[in-house]
């Protein structure tokens, strides 16, 4: 979601209000949505209650939007929202929102590189593999030729796709599951590129340290092998004001 605290201070507020709601509200849509494709003879509540919640999803697209100084701007900055609405297909990710908590955990892993990588890399595959897993399996299980048919299928099928190996044994035969395929693909590209760019930069930023640190320490040594050379010169300057031994190995007493 995009950042609005700066230019949509009202937006803003309002999501500050709404944050932990609406995640929950994610967090019941992914446990209904799961029962509802998991148990074919799921309750008929199970739909209300899901289209209820993508209702007050609605509702609250439609207060930011109202709430919104440049409405056009919104509506550019926010097509996944409107796209989640609008398309049936598309529903199911509004359970992504839950990434709140991993953002969350990331605030208090602020000072722990591999925790946050951790984090993000687990939180982020796991939500998109089941919910991917779930849509798959919900277009798929009923046409005609799928090779889809079971969660562990899906499951399987998900985590082979969104890793880019793709074993080819398994595909979507329907509309629906390939721009569930298409977007997984996507999704797959971009957090190996996101993980890989996380790692780089903190191997940038830890031999720059390490670079910044050898500076440090050769301006100290070369300080002090200065302060060596200083103290041989005065040493050698005492020596050499040392009178000259006397003839038969004794020499006179030096001044005081």
Do not use: C
Not at 12 to 32: K, S, V
Not at 103 to 118: E, H, K, T, W, Y
Request: glycine content about 6%.
């Amino acid at each position: 979601m995009p950042d609005t605290s700066a230019d949509e201070p009202r937006i803003a507020a309002w999501d500050r209000r709404l944050d932990w709601p609406l995640t929950g509200l994610a967090a019941l849509f992914l446990a209904l949505y799961a029962w509802d494709v998991l148990d074919r003879g799921s309750p008929d509540w199970i739909d209300g209650g899901l289209t209820v919640i993508w209702l007050l999803f609605a509702a609250d697209y439609l207060v930011r939007l109202a709430l919104a100084r440049r409405r056009l701007r919104f509506v550019g900055t926010h097509v996944l929202d409107l796209v989640i609405l609008l398309l049936p297909m598309f529903r199911q990710l509004r359970v992504l929102r839950v990434v709140t908590v991993i953002s969350v955990l990331n605030r208090q892993l602020r000072d722990d590189f591999r925790g946050r990588i951790a984090v993000y890399v687990t939180g982020t595959v796991g939500l998109v593999a089941f919910v991917a897993a779930l849509s798959v399996l919900q277009a798929e299980r009923d046409a005609p030729d799928a090779t889809i048919t079971t969660f562990g299928e899906a499951l399987w099928w998900t985590i082979t796709t969104i890793s880019t190996v793709g074993y080819g044994d398994r595909y979507p035969v329907t509309v629906e599951g390939r721009i569930v395929a298409a977007t997984l693909m996507v999704a797959g590209i971009a957090l190996l590129g996101v993980v890989t760019a996380s790692i780089a930069s903190w191997f940038v930023q830890n031999l720059r340290a390490s670079s910044e640190r050898t500076e440090t320490e050769l301006a100290e040594a070369e300080q002090k092998i200065d302060v060596l050379v200083a103290e041989v010169r005065r040493l050698h300057a005492r020596l050499d004001a040392l009178p000259a031994p006397a003839p038969g190995g004794r020499s006179d007493p030096a001044p005081r």
